[in-house]
Each structure stands twice: as C-alpha cells, then as structure tokens.
C-alpha cells in the first residue's frame, strides 16, 4: 500500500478490500472472531463498529472484536510480520532494491515466500473516503467488544464485569480503495518441497526401553532384564540422601499454611450465605473480579514546565540544532525541582504535539494562551 494517513478510514477502505478477498477465499465461513493491537488507528471512535457493518454487508456476522491488553504494545503484529520482515531482508540482501509498494510486491514472492498469505498492492483516496457517526466515551478504555443485534457490549479487559452497552450509531461508510496489483499468494511450496532433502536415520540415535529397580527410593535404571536381576540379587540399592533441616523447615510451612487456609474455608452448604467478609483480608482482595488490571495514572504538565519546553522546542526549531527528549529531560533537572521532573517519554509526547501544531499553524495560539494563564 502506498504511504496513508493510517487514520480511521484507511483501516477501514483497507479492511473492506481484505473482507472481499476473504469472502471469495472462504465463502463457507459466516462467523468470525477478530484480534488486534490497541494502536490508535485501530481502537479510534468508529473501528469497532465500522469493521462489525463491513462484515454485516458481506453476510459474516462478527462475534467478537478484541485488541490486545494493556501495556502490551504491538507484540502480536511483530509476531505475525516477522517471517515477512525476514524475507524482506532475504531480498535487499541479494542485491535489489526497496523503493516503490510495487518492489516490496515483488520481494513477497521472492525465494520461498510467506506461508498461507496473499498481497496486493493498494491506494486509497482520502478525498472520497468518507467514515461519519457518534463517537463513544472513554473508548481508548476499553479493549473488548462483544456484537450483538441492536448494540454492542464493551469491557476494559476481556469478560471482566457485567461490561457497558452501547447502541449502534448511524454509522456513513464509504471507503475509496483501489487494487493497483491484484492479490496472489506468496507461498512457493513447490520449491520448497523440492529444496528439502530426505533426512537420514542416524545410526548413533536409538531408543532404549529402560527397566527400573522395584526397591522403595532407589534410583537405578538398567537396560537389560539381566542386568536388573544381577542388581536385585546383589541387594545394592542406590537411596538418596534425607532431607535437609532446611527442607524440612519448608515441608512443615506449607504443611501449616495448608490446614490454615482449610480452617478459613465454609464446611457446611448453610455457610454459603456468609459474606466476603468473613474471609481473610488477601481472600477478599484476590475474589475481587478485576483486581489486576492495570491503573493508568493521569498526567498533566505545570504552567512551568510548558514554558521551559516551549523555549526548548522553539530553540531547537530557530537554531536547526535539536536536542533530544533525553537531553531536555536531563538539562531540566537542573532548572525544576524533584516532585516536577518529568519523564522523557512525556517530553517526547509534548514535543509531537508541538510539531502537530506547528503544522497547523496553531502554536504561537497555545503560546499566547500559556502567557495569559
């Protein structure tokens, strides 16, 4: 695909142009599960329901739409594009060239190939892609969706809680996607085949069914029926050593903490209408639905540290001499104090929005305002 915005409507013109493709691949499938990560292009506003009426119009019902956990970043599309990045490196390697979306097409099909996958080559018209409708609260919170006739359930992590409906919005699709290189499979199994060898037996490798003492604790293993009667005549039996004092401290603690935890448990069916609090403390923390998700600190910068990061940011653009967020991050531990520090990843973030702004030639705006407040 040719370089894109990577905004709600690409993700969904280009999940239209793989729905139809999977539609003539698979036409026996009608339900489907979907999973991806939590970046923002994919877990926007709309996604969830935009993908769920694209499948809708290609009579697929989608059941389910989950992105990955929190904090996971995008652990499951390296996973998955690591055989391609592979062959990528494969093709530059041997001497050609990455430049065009057509030379990354070709290099799929280089050598062996991606197993059980297809390419194309796309573009997309972002004038005439149109994604509109109500947007959701908090959506960024949630990272499972469950698709029902009228509306969709949502939970932060997946089936944690009784989960939030939501009702479908009138949603106005209209993706614009066009296929410059049709799809075909990067598969090449037939020279893969070829390529392989028969592997020979190894003579030095074979499997022997061993025969073990009947003594209580011995140790001792024979290979033949001989050599085991040998041994249970001669009567030299090969014990292991009792155990330490040490080991023994550690049997009885697990031995105590086991009939502690039996003595805090309901005996009788009447005592199942006693509540949480009879348990202990840690039983009431752990019978808690939910209780290891993870809490997202808010974070808001001070007047102060916007001016000192304005200034850098407004330096580095004047001089063409940028620092990095590492090095603003250290030379403003000189000028803040402790409880004020920030972080270089927050630095990093701020000097983005900065440069958004900029673009849109919004940032001597925010700086008047900084001034006033």
């Known amino acids: 695909?040719?370089?894109?915005?990577?905004?709600?409507?690409?993700?969904?013109?280009?999940?239209?142009?793989?729905?139809?493709q999977f539609r003539i691949d698979q036409p026996h499938i009608k339900k489907m599960f979907t999973k991806s990560d939590n970046a923002?292009?994919?877990?926007?506003?709309?996604?969830?329901?935009?993908?769920?009426?694209?499948?809708?119009?290609?009579?697929?019902?989608?059941?389910?739409?989950?992105?990955?956990?929190?904090?996971?970043?995008?652990?499951?599309?390296?996973?998955?594009?690591?055989?391609?990045?592979?062959?990528?490196?494969?093709?530059?390697?041997?001497?050609?060239?990455?430049l065009t979306a057509e030379d990354i097409h070709k290099a799929m099909h280089y050598s062996f190939g991606s197993k059980d996958a297809k390419v194309a080559v796309a573009q997309i018209s972002n004038d005439k892609t149109v994604v509109t409708g109500p947007k959701t609260k908090n959506i960024s919170n949630y990272h499972s969706f469950e698709f029902g006739e009228k509306s969709m359930k949502m939970w932060r992590c997946f089936n944690i809680g009784e989960g939030i409906?939501?009702?479908?919005?009138?949603l106005k699709i209209q993706p614009s996607i066009k296929l410059l290189l049709l799809y075909s499979k990067t598969d090449n199994s037939t020279k893969r085949n070829k390529s392989l060898k028969e592997k020979q037996k190894r003579s030095d490798r074979q499997l022997y069914s061993l025969r073990f003492c009947t003594e209580m604790n011995c140790t001792l293993s024979f290979e033949s029926d001989a050599e085991l009667e040998e041994h249970m005549l001669s009567g030299l039996h090969t014990v292991p050593k009792s155990l330490t004092s040490l080991d023994k401290v550690r049997n009885s603690f697990v031995h105590k903490m086991k009939i502690t935890s039996q003595l805090n448990m309901p005996i009788s069916s009447s005592s199942n209408s006693a509540s949480v609090k009879d348990?202990?403390?840690?039983?009431?923390?752990?019978?808690?639905?939910?209780?290891?998700?993870?809490v997202r600190s808010s974070f808001r910068f001070s007047n102060q540290q916007k001016e000192l990061l304005y200034k850098y940011f407004i330096r580095g653009e004047e001089s063409g001499n940028k620092m990095s967020p590492e090095q603003v991050h250290m030379q403003l531990r000189r000028e803040l104090p402790p409880d004020q520090y920030v972080t270089s990843q927050q630095i990093r973030s701020l000097f983005s929005r900065?440069?958004?702004?900029?673009?849109?030639?919004?940032?001597?705006?925010?700086?008047?305002?900084?001034?006033?407040?």
């Open 1 to 20: 695909m040719y370089r894109c915005d990577q905004g709600i409507g690409d993700v969904v013109s280009l999940a239209t142009a793989v729905l139809d």
């Open 40 to 98: 923002g292009c994919y877990q926007g506003n709309l996604s969830a329901e935009a993908i769920y009426n694209l499948c809708k119009e290609r009579y697929i019902k989608l059941l389910r739409y989950n992105y990955n956990e929190p904090c996971c970043g995008k652990d499951q599309c390296d996973r998955e594009s690591a055989v391609v990045k592979t062959i990528l490196r494969s093709y530059v390697d041997s001497g050609n060239n990455l």
């Open 165 to 170: 409906k939501q009702e479908y919005g009138n």
């Open 279 to 294: 348990k202990p403390h840690c039983m009431n923390i752990f019978l808690l639905q939910g209780w290891a998700l993870p």
């Open 354 to 373: 900065f440069s958004n702004l900029k673009r849109k030639g919004k940032l001597e705006f925010m700086a008047k305002m900084m001034t006033l407040i």
